[in-house]
């Protein structure tokens, strides 16, 4: 039987019911203060993931229906026909098999072609690393979207682990203001250039691979073109294109893995270069662990599934259309932004499998900042603004600066680098319990403000210094950024989108939306060249002109 959609369901009438009830005036104050076992209740433990979940808008009659929700969705069939290789991307007849990409050897379809070019990638990478033999000492990773964003999200991420003596670079934009300012001052003779694209075809990537062969050519002089062989390499499904490109060293991957879920190929390869085969082989390790928990754990205990559902139950009840992330480490800078290709391009769709509208609204925007820096700009609105959004705090228990040892600083720097880790730590609690508390404008009135203008009167400043609370938020703690749990954060969140993707019934894993601004892209291009204008809107032929004159 067809599983059905989430709003054909009984579970969903119920959770209208309830949310008219009593779901929308729900308040985390009273949740807390009348039940002392509300954090407990609402935390979850997933492989190297802690969850505290009670923060957030729902009781425990909420999350029954929403469990309820889930199995008549048929979530677990759904999830099982996934990891078992069914065609689900059905827009294009492919499965999506991302998780046999880190499975053990023979736990997951297609293991022997993946192991033999996991173990084949893995071996050049430790080829590379040995720079006295191999004289890399700069990767410079081209790729964009899939192709980039998941290694550009987990190098930083886990510098701690990364080789001192190899730097790796990232250009994805077709704007050579990337490129440019990456080349300049590396020398082709120590720089090794990947092509990472899925398709070998799109734009912004082949046109910065023959700007970055161009700029090798003309800088390794004679014997450049034979030197290609060892400094460039290419990650692609398409490894004829990569060889008429003129590239040998090529690591290849499937049509069943999206771009998006693509790191854990060989468009890994940077992540391999920095961190080193033994830490790759943990990362997928560690995504594996957290694969094992989203296939086995019952609803109940399943912190992907709990996660999709309250994305769904904010985003179709209470009306949130966003989420910001705040991951409290500096190295998960990236991480807003890899979020939102997996998310915002899995689960951007208005219609469902079978291409019929859909009444009610699908993914959030997921945006977000690195804290404590997103406090000095956008928390502002998080707190007094008129929009509720929830927010997801990162914690990471312990810090790690150097995985290999001392960082070689002095132990009076490192008694204040630790005194820091405090500090970073209690700014994350202070702002999911400031969201929450808020403050009352009696309790303003009853303040000092020193820096408040003497010529307004108390109500009134109280009024500006007053903070509507109840605002929710969700705090994940890792204990430390390892690269196991860096696999199994990155496989939460996938998990999480598959669970709300599969609830509304659509399709998570095409991207039809970017084909139209690319298609249109083309057609535009040779009026750059000829300046004719004729047949376009008013508005895209004055801006060419405006560009052109
Ligand atoms: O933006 C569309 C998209 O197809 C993404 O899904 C993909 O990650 C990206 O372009 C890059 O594609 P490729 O790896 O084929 O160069």
């Known amino acids: 039987?067809?599983?059905?959609?989430?709003?054909?369901?009984?579970?969903?009438?119920?959770?209208?019911?309830?949310?008219?009830?009593?779901?929308?005036?729900?308040?985390?104050?009273?949740?807390?203060?009348?039940?002392?076992?509300?954090?407990?209740?609402?935390?979850?433990?997933?492989?190297?993931?802690?969850?505290?979940?009670?923060?957030?808008?729902?009781?425990?009659?909420?999350r029954g229906l929403l469990l309820a929700l889930a199995r008549e969705?048929?979530?677990?069939?759904?999830?099982?026909?996934?990891?078992?290789?069914?065609?689900?991307?059905?827009?294009?007849?492919?499965?999506?098999?991302?998780?046999?990409?880190?499975?053990?050897?023979?736990?997951?379809?297609?293991?022997?072609?993946?192991?033999?070019?996991?173990?084949?990638?893995?071996?050049?990478?430790?080829?590379?690393?040995?720079?006295?033999?191999?004289?890399?000492?700069?990767?410079?990773n081209i790729g964009i979207g899939g192709s980039d964003l998941g290694p550009q999200m987990v190098v930083p991420a886990l510098d701690a682990f990364a080789h001192r003596g190899l730097q790796l670079h990232f250009v994805s934009n077709v704007d050579g203001h990337d490129i440019v300012p990456v080349l300049r001052g590396l020398d082709p003779r120590e720089t090794l250039v990947i092509v990472a694209s899925k398709t070998f075809t799109?734009?912004?990537?082949?046109?910065?691979?023959?700007?970055?062969?161009?700029?090798?050519?003309?800088?390794?002089?004679?014997?450049?073109?034979?030197?290609?062989a060892k400094h460039f390499a290419a990650t692609t499904t398409n490894?004829?294109?990569?060889?008429?490109?003129?590239?040998?060293?090529?690591?290849?991957?499937?049509?069943?893995?999206?771009?998006?879920?693509?790191?854990?190929?060989?468009?890994?390869?940077?992540?391999?270069?920095?961190?080193?085969a033994e830490n790759f082989r943990a990362l997928l390790a560690g995504a594996h662990a957290m694969d094992r928990h989203f296939a086995e754990a019952p609803l109940e205990a399943n912190l992907p599934i709990q996660l999709g559902l309250l994305d769904v139950w904010y985003r179709n009840f209470h009306g949130y259309t966003s989420r910001s992330v705040a991951p409290y480490h500096q190295g998960l800078r990236r991480l807003p932004a890899y979020l939102q290709q997996l998310e915002m391009e899995s689960n951007g769709k208005c219609v469902d499998l079978d291409g019929q509208p859909l009444p009610f609204g699908t993914s959030p925007v997921v945006w977000g900042e690195a804290g404590t820096n997103g406090q000095h700009a956008y928390f502002q609105m998080l707190h007094q603004g008129t929009d509720v959004i929830p927010v997801e705090f990162i914690a990471v228990k312990t810090p790690c600066y150097d995985a290999a040892g001392g960082t070689g600083l002095p132990d009076s720097v490192r008694a204040g680098l630790a005194d820091q880790h405090h500090k970073l730590l209690a700014n994350c609690l202070a702002q999911s319990q400031a969201l929450m508390l808020g403050k009352s404008t009696e309790d303003a009135m009853g303040e000092t403000a020193p820096t408040a203008s003497k010529s307004l009167d108390?109500?009134?400043?109280?009024?500006?210094?007053?903070?509507?609370?109840?605002?929710?938020?969700?705090?994940?703690?890792?204990?430390?950024?390892?690269?196991?749990a860096m696999g199994a954060l990155i496989a939460l969140y996938e998990h999480r989108v598959f669970t709300s993707g599969a609830l509304w019934r659509i399709n998570s894993f095409d991207q039809w939306g970017v084909e139209l601004g690319k298609a249109l892209c083309n057609q535009l291009l040779p009026r750059f060249a000829s300046g004719d204008t004729t047949g376009l809107d008013g508005s895209t032929a004055a801006l060419l002109q405006r560009l052109l004159g």
């Not at 736990?107 to 993946?114: K, M, N, R, T, Y």
């Not at 490894?239 to 991957?253: E, L, N, S």
């Open 202 to 228: 799109t734009q912004e990537t082949m046109a910065n691979a023959e700007v970055a062969r161009a700029w090798f050519l003309a800088g390794y002089g004679e014997g450049g073109e034979a030197a290609i």
């Open 73 to 140: 969705c048929q979530i677990e069939q759904r999830r099982d026909a996934m990891l078992a290789g069914e065609p689900i991307n059905h827009t294009e007849g492919r499965a999506v098999l991302h998780t046999a990409l880190r499975a053990p050897r023979g736990a997951a379809p297609f293991s022997d072609e993946v192991h033999e070019v996991l173990d084949r990638l893995l071996a050049y990478v430790e080829q590379v690393r040995d720079t006295a033999t191999s004289g890399i000492r700069h990767v410079v």
């Open 239 to 276: 490894v004829a294109a990569a060889a008429k490109f003129g590239i040998t060293t090529t690591f290849g991957f499937w049509d069943w893995v999206g771009g998006r879920y693509s790191l854990w190929s060989a468009i890994g390869l940077p992540i391999a270069l920095a961190i080193g």
């Open 458 to 484: 108390a109500l009134t400043i109280a009024r500006h210094r007053t903070f509507p609370g109840n605002r929710p938020s969700t705090t994940l703690v890792l204990d430390r950024l390892t690269p196991a």
């Open 1 to 62: 039987m067809q599983a059905p959609r989430c709003d054909q369901t009984a579970a969903w009438t119920a959770l209208t019911a309830q949310f008219a009830q009593s779901g929308r005036r729900f308040d985390l104050r009273p949740a807390f203060a009348d039940d002392a076992t509300r954090a407990e209740a609402f935390s979850l433990s997933a492989p190297e993931v802690f969850a505290d979940l009670s923060k957030n808008h729902w009781d425990a009659e909420t």
